[in-house]
């Protein structure tokens, strides 16, 4: 039987459509990222999605990078096993009701609105509890899977871990991706330091999974110290080639026996954030079975991770980590450009982002993203120019530059388009020019 949230209605009246409350939500906090969990701790309470687990099994996700991947692989895993699946990811491309969806599907704008509804309900309660656009999405999420019947929900911590308000769940197991550095103004320089604020996810006896060989050493003390039994790649579990085209996984189950999987396709995003998925799994209680599993990871998919539309390739990479990842499997074509149509944050690492491009990148267009974060097309190409690299166009908006590109591409020509959500979403959004016949710009 589903939990509903009962609440006492206020008089107020509320919208009833979903784009209403995320313009609402926009303004309702004084800052749009105030870490800390005292707030929607709070909220959440009020509503009840505390009082009890959301699934018999939770699974949280942080990391620099590779999120997004490793918790797609655990929903199309899972699912293809027959459980029952929410998830939650951050930010959107296109829609928001892509931040949660349940049994693969996006939540419609009526599910959202209602969620909405009894947050700001209990939200206003005496003394009333001001929330962040990202607090009030975390608890609509966590309310949406409050009021299904779930097997399984996947969690996407935000940009950081500890005070991220999507740790006011006490997840079964923690996951740690990648660290790296990102957000600067708010998780700062310190490798150990930010491995630490990520690994403020795990909770004391409950499964870590560490899904990088590379970790800093906060992580796995911060494991040790919550006397959490760790899982790390390359040590409690690997992958490994198996010939030109496939894969093997080695883990373990949660019962502890060894536990081995061959002939697994390459999902086209990372294979040490696969493996991190399927050892997460296994620790979940979910044993896999060869061919499901061998399905679910061919038919795998991440819009904005790696996406191939005609000759455009539409990552929305944006640290210097999730850049080397790209350049790493872009190879120019034989007798065409490799070119790169880039739009940033002002709050990135555009340098060092661009550092990693500028070996593989033949020509470049760089396009200028609006708000009060959006970075220059102009201070874009003088940071390629300054390492050597070639622009052809600055555009105002990622729709005009492809527009732009549109008329230089040769058939032998690919693109990569990068650099940011909003970039990458943008895109999504137009049909992408393909080159109809040998052209040279």
């Excluded at 690299?389 to 530059?401: F, L, R, T, Y």
């Excluded at 959500?421 to 080159?435: K, W």
Aim: with cysteine.
């Amino acid at each position: 039987m589903k939990r509903q949230r009962q609440l006492a209605t206020k008089s107020r009246a509320m919208p009833n459509d979903l784009p209403t409350w995320l313009e609402y939500l926009e303004q309702l906090h004084p800052v749009g990222i105030d870490m800390g969990l005292k707030r929607v701790r709070e909220v959440a309470t009020r509503l009840g999605l505390l009082a009890s687990p959301l699934a018999p099994k939770v699974i949280t996700v942080a990391g620099t990078n590779g999120k997004g991947s490793t918790l797609a692989v655990m929903a199309a895993v899972a699912g293809a096993h027959g459980q029952r699946v929410g998830t939650y990811t951050s930010p959107h491309l296109v829609r928001y009701n892509e931040r949660v969806t349940l049994n693969g599907e996006p939540v419609s704008d009526d599910q959202l609105v209602a969620g909405f509804q009894a947050i700001e309900h209990a939200r206003l309660k005496a003394p009333e509890i001001s929330l962040t656009y990202f607090e009030a999405g975390t608890l609509c999420a966590l309310w949406c899977f409050a009021n299904a019947e779930l097997d399984l929900v996947l969690l996407e911590v935000g940009l950081g871990g500890r005070l991220d308000a999507v740790n006011i769940v006490d997840a079964d197991i923690g996951i740690v991706t990648t660290i790296a550095q990102d957000h600067a103004n708010f998780l700062g320089t310190d490798l150990e330091q930010i491995g630490r604020e990520k690994a403020g996810i795990l909770r004391p006896r409950h499964p870590a999974v560490l899904g990088s060989e590379t970790l800093p050493g906060s992580v796995e003390e911060s494991a040790k110290a919550l006397n959490a039994p760790l899982f790390v790649l390359g040590q409690a579990f690997r992958r490994t080639p198996q010939g030109e085209r496939y894969w093997q996984w080695h883990g373990r189950l949660a019962d502890g026996q060894d536990v081995s999987l061959t002939q697994l396709p390459d999902p086209g995003l990372p294979l040490d954030n696969a493996a991190t998925a399927l050892q997460a799994l296994t620790l979940a209680g979910l044993v896999p079975d060869a061919a499901t599993t061998q399905a679910a990871l061919a038919s795998v998919t991440l819009p904005g991770r790696m996406q191939w539309l005609g000759q455009w390739c539409l990552d929305v990479g944006h640290n210097p980590h999730a850049a080397a990842y790209v350049a790493s499997r872009l190879h120019k074509p034989l007798e065409g450009r490799l070119w790169c149509l880039i739009g940033m944050l002002d709050d990135k690492d555009a340098d060092a982002v661009i550092a990693n491009l500028v070996p593989r990148v033949t020509d470049w267009v760089c396009v200028s993203l609006s708000g009060s974060r959006g970075r220059s097309a102009a201070s874009l190409k003088a940071v390629i120019e300054r390492q050597g690299g070639q622009v052809h166009h600055c555009a105002n908006s990622p729709k005009e530059g492809a527009d732009w590109l549109g008329r230089q591409l040769a058939a032998c020509d690919i693109v990569l388009a990068t650099g940011s959500f909003f970039t990458v979403g943008a895109l999504l959004e137009i049909t992408l020019p393909q080159a109809s016949h040998e052209t040279t710009a």
